[in-house]
């Protein structure tokens, strides 16, 4: 197995550096004069038509990759129940800067940055060298310094259609490429958001050069030209359009502050990729195909996944108006901690999906999964009120869950954990996950540290959510835990708390069309996906190629007119999404119909699941008041916090004073100011022994 595995993983090497050279060398002189005229005489068959060299050269090994990467993951080597040999990788690298807008910035990340932007302008300056001293276009007669000017524009779209390779491979949430490199969807989505700063400025460049240029030919109409054999206009100046709206509806003060225009706006991604396509025309979309082809078959599984209605079994709401809502899983659906899961409530919205931190472990909660939820926006405002009001069912979908394919914290000797306000949360699984290992007696856990800082004294019930209901004081026996607790706007704790502000439990009652949370394809859920991927992308090869040879090519040769350009684009993308939809839906009906008697035993399950809960609220601990403790882990719980008031945590003075430790591991989630004091701390140089890894959720 071990030997396949390297196999796999040379080969996929290999692909990938010759994909990179292709890149490379595709805005060369040696490129389009030498090689083209050959590969064209042997790729662009009457099966393909002008996209086979771009077809072979580019869209085949990316596709290849992600089959093999399938393989790859497949046969990685299951952790034991014994233990779990979970390995972190969401960041690569040592932190080398910090700065906004870029934010984190690790050593590999900078690196490989700085290479993409050499390549783009190694593409820019070769396809200027080709326009201005190979061939310059002027069919309009124009001056030359206007034909120059007009090949600037031209050029520098090719550019940008560069940023469009690799653009959908960070929001593919359920991606194979992203692991092979340590990468998951959410940690990787300012990649997303780079490639798309990039590519729409120097599209707009592109638009504005045209535009300007145009004018001064006076030709201004051609703005909206719709050229049945060539380039239409038309469809890049609406593609440019829709673009312009979502990238200024994704700016940071839109996003943050404006969320569900940003969310809708973005729903335009659609319409945006046809009329782009419809631009560029067949040949360039292959180039960029990969990527789009694999985000559309993750986001027609997670559509197929998102049907399903999801069993909510109980939600607990919080004193500091949090709400922890646990669903029923399939025993067979494993996830690493910091994981997150996706909910839509269709009562509150019809369209917009959520992702929240899950704070339960795979590993210690077989049936069961649950997330943590602040009440800070207008939809989660509604949720709170629709669960605290007297409903006894919520219909709740859900997609996920997300997260690194490995993830390791006992290899360090210590672990300090940095949490603002709701960002204590992803900790929640961590340590649960350490419970688990700590049932294994052979495994060193790493003392652990908790550094969490509140707004106010009733948000320290969050706490509460550490260990799981029914847990004992021999599971918790080997685990060295010590919270810090700050609360930055309160002086002294509070004399007194009301009754109705202690934490409550709340039972919902299954409805017949509750379903457990479950893999989308079921178990050996990689070596299915690869099965999507393969029969979907061989299938589209096939219509293609059939379409190609009976239907467009007769029409070249025998009317001795030339087949609608734009026309060759929309046979890509409709023969595209027909095969994903076709090749999807069998497999996820057949692996519905073998899982369906597992399927039922999990929902008999989950009608007898019990919890054990504390009859009183950590608040009402926290607060001093005179009742019975149930629990004596939760006991531990307050015993092991420290509670400090009217203060921020002095970071540089607990992080220093780890200095004892060989192997320090300092994982940080919370706001930007807290997450990037931590990076800069880690950064300095100052402490060698500081492992740094930031948890950032910017979706």
């Known amino acids: 197995m071990g030997n396949m595995r390297s196999l796999v993983k040379m080969l996929m090497v290999v692909l990938f550096l010759g994909w990179m050279f292709v890149w490379i060398m595709i805005s060369?002189?040696?490129?389009?004069?030498?090689?083209?005229?050959?590969?064209?005489?042997?790729?662009?068959?009457?099966?393909?038509?002008?996209?086979?060299?771009?077809?072979?050269?580019?869209?085949?090994?990316?596709?290849?990759?992600?089959?093999?990467?399938?393989?790859?993951?497949?046969?990685?080597k299951k952790p034991t129940q014994t233990q779990r040999d979970w390995k972190i990788k969401g960041r690569m690298g040592r932190v080398v800067m910090v700065m906004n807008p870029l934010g984190i910035v690790t050593a590999t990340e900078l690196t490989f940055s700085l290479l993409f932007v050499a390549l783009l302008v190694w593409a820019l300056s070769n396809y200027l060298y080709l326009s201005y001293h190979v061939s310059l276009h002027n069919h309009d007669n124009a001056k030359i310094w206007q034909a120059k000017f007009r090949a600037f524009g031209l050029r520098i779209g090719y550019v940008g259609h560069y940023c469009w390779a690799f653009l959908f491979f960070p929001v593919t949430r359920t991606s194979t490429i992203l692991p092979l490199v340590g990468l998951t969807s959410e940690s990787s989505i300012k990649y997303h958001i780079w490639l798309g700063?990039?590519?729409?400025?120097?599209?707009?460049?592109?638009?504005?050069v045209f535009l300007i240029y145009w004018a001064m030919t006076n030709q201004l109409m051609e703005t909206f030209a719709w050229n049945p054999t060539y380039v239409s206009n038309l469809a890049g100046t609406i593609a440019m359009v829709i673009g312009i709206a979502m990238w200024v509806t994704s700016l940071p003060s839109y996003r943050r502050k404006k969320f569900e225009l940003f969310f809708y706006t973005h729903q335009l991604y659609g319409l945006y990729i046809i009329f782009y396509v419809i631009h560029v025309g067949?040949?360039?979309?292959?180039?960029?195909?990969?990527?789009?082809?694999?985000?559309?078959?993750?986001?027609?599984?997670?559509?197929?996944?998102?049907?399903?209605?999801?069993?909510?079994?109980?939600a607990r709401i919080l004193p500091s108006d949090n709400l922890e809502l646990t669903f029923s899983k399939t025993p067979g659906l494993h996830y690493t901690p910091t994981?997150?899961?996706?909910?839509?409530?269709?009562?509150?919205?019809?369209?917009?999906?959520?992702?929240?931190?899950?704070?339960?472990?795979?590993?210690?909660?077989?049936?069961?999964?649950?997330?943590?939820?602040?009440?800070?926006?207008?939809?989660?405002?509604?949720?709170?009120?629709?669960?605290?009001?007297?409903?006894?069912?919520?219909?709740?979908?859900?997609?996920?869950?997300?997260?690194?394919?490995?993830?390791d914290v006992s290899r360090h000797d210590s672990?300090?954990?940095?949490?603002?306000?709701?960002?204590?949360?992803?900790?929640?699984?961590?340590?649960?996950e350490l419970i688990f290992q700590s049932q294994n007696q052979?495994?060193?856990?790493?003392?652990?540290?908790?550094?969490?800082?509140?707004?106010?004294?009733?948000?320290?019930?969050?706490?509460?959510?550490?260990?799981?209901?029914?847990?004992?004081?021999?599971?918790?026996?080997?685990?060295?835990?010590?919270?810090?607790?700050?609360?930055?706007?309160?002086?002294?704790?509070?004399?007194?708390?009301?009754?109705?502000?202690?934490?409550?439990?709340?039972?919902?009652?299954?409805?017949?069309?509750?379903?457990?949370?479950?893999?989308?394809l079921g178990p050996n859920n990689f070596l299915w996906l690869g099965v999507v991927i393969l029969s979907s992308f061989v299938m589209f090869l096939l219509l293609i190629a059939i379409v190609t040879r009976y239907y467009v090519y007769p029409v070249d040769r025998n009317t001795g007119k030339i087949y609608n350009f734009s026309y060759r684009a929309l046979w890509d993308m409709f023969l595209g999404c027909v095969c994903i939809f076709i090749s999807s839906s069998i497999v996820f009906l057949?692996?519905?119909?073998?899982?369906?008697?597992?399927?039922?035993?999990?929902?008999?399950?989950?009608?007898?699941?019990?919890?054990?809960?504390?009859?009183?609220?950590?608040?009402?601990?926290?607060?001093?008041?005179?009742r019975e403790l149930e629990s004596v882990p939760y006991q531990s719980i307050v015993q092991a916090t420290s509670v400090h008031f009217g203060s921020k945590p002095n970071l540089k003075k607990i992080l220093f004073e780890a200095e004892g430790s060989e192997d320090v591991g300092v994982m940080v989630c919370g706001p930007r100011k807290m997450r990037h004091e931590v990076a800069k701390i880690c950064s300095s140089g100052l402490a060698k022994n500081l492992h740094f890894e930031a948890i950032s959720f910017n979706w």
């Not at 068959?45 to 497949?74: D, E, K, R, W």
């Not at 197929?304 to 109980?314: A, Y």
């Not at 939820?373 to 207008?378: F, L, M, P, T, Y």
Request: proline letters at 6%.
């Open 28 to 76: 060369t002189n040696l490129f389009k004069s030498n090689w083209t005229p050959k590969l064209a005489k042997y790729l662009n068959t009457t099966y393909f038509g002008p996209q086979g060299t771009n077809l072979v050269l580019l869209t085949v090994p990316m596709m290849f990759i992600a089959v093999l990467s399938c393989v790859y993951l497949h046969t990685q």
């Open 197 to 208: 700063h990039v590519s729409n400025f120097l599209f707009l460049v592109h638009t504005v």
């Open 282 to 314: 067949d040949s360039w979309f292959c180039m960029i195909l990969p990527n789009i082809f694999l985000f559309f078959i993750d986001r027609y599984l997670r559509f197929l996944q998102s049907t399903k209605r999801t069993r909510l079994v109980s």
């Open 339 to 407: 994981s997150i899961l996706f909910l839509h409530v269709p009562s509150i919205s019809k369209l917009q999906w959520h992702p929240f931190t899950i704070t339960s472990s795979s590993n210690l909660e077989k049936d069961t999964l649950s997330v943590v939820i602040r009440k800070q926006g207008s939809w989660t405002q509604k949720l709170y009120t629709h669960i605290s009001s007297s409903i006894d069912s919520l219909e709740v979908s859900t997609e996920g869950p997300y997260g690194p394919n490995s993830f």
């Open 415 to 432: 672990l300090i954990l940095v949490g603002g306000g709701s960002g204590v949360t992803p900790f929640i699984s961590v340590i649960r």
């Open 442 to 520: 052979s495994t060193k856990l790493p003392d652990v540290l908790l550094v969490c800082a509140f707004k106010h004294y009733d948000d320290l019930a969050l706490l509460d959510l550490i260990f799981p209901p029914d847990i004992s004081i021999s599971d918790i026996s080997r685990l060295n835990l010590r919270i810090e607790a700050y609360i930055t706007r309160e002086d002294k704790k509070p004399e007194t708390t009301d009754d109705h502000r202690l934490l409550q439990t709340k039972w919902f009652k299954p409805q017949p069309l509750d379903s457990p949370i479950s893999p989308v």
């Open 590 to 626: 057949w692996r519905k119909k073998q899982n369906k008697e597992g399927d039922k035993e999990s929902k008999k399950q989950v009608q007898s699941v019990e919890f054990q809960t504390p009859t009183s609220s950590p608040g009402s601990w926290f607060h001093g008041h005179e």
